[in-house]
Nanobody, 121 residues
Framework: VQLQASGGGLVEAGGSLRLSCRAPENIFRVRIMGWYRQISENEREMVATIGTNDIVDYADFVKGRFTISRDEAKHTVYLAMNNLQPEDTGVYYC????????????????WGPGTLVTVSS
């Protein structure tokens, strides 16, 4: 599954960016879409997720600043990042979470390529 992410860049503290992630339609329609951030070599932390029913979840450190949304027609998920701070710097990954599959007896999820967000002070 190919997820196409874009939107990272360099911004000053207090600035804004919008990340985008386009997924294949058949994947996008049935999965929880989300954004994660790399925090160590082998670990990523959840930033925000949005379900097919538009139920959202945010990490505490982004509440009130970031907004996740999904466009069904474009099968794209967005992350609007406002009031960015230097501690938001990192590589952000799009995720398509399909949950556990009893058919394959495995957890189904896909990751997009990372997009770098750099916030200068």
């Amino acid at each position: 599954v190919q997820l196409q992410a874009s939107g990272g860049g360099l911004v000053e503290a207090g600035g804004s960016l919008r990340l985008s992630c386009r997924a294949p339609e058949n994947i996008f329609r049935v999965r929880i879409m989300g954004w994660y951030r790399q925090i160590s070599e082998n670990e990523r932390e959840m930033v925000a997720t949005i379900g097919t029913n538009d139920i959202v979840d945010y990490a505490d450190f982004v509440k009130g600043r970031f907004t996740i949304s999904r466009d069904e027609a474009k099968h794209t998920v967005y992350l609007a990042m406002n009031n960015l701070q230097p501690e938001d710097t990192g590589v952000y990954y799009c995720n398509a979470d399909g949950g556990f599959s009893s058919r394959t007896d495995s957890y189904v999820e896909d990751w997009g390529p990372g997009t770098l967000v750099t916030v200068s002070s």
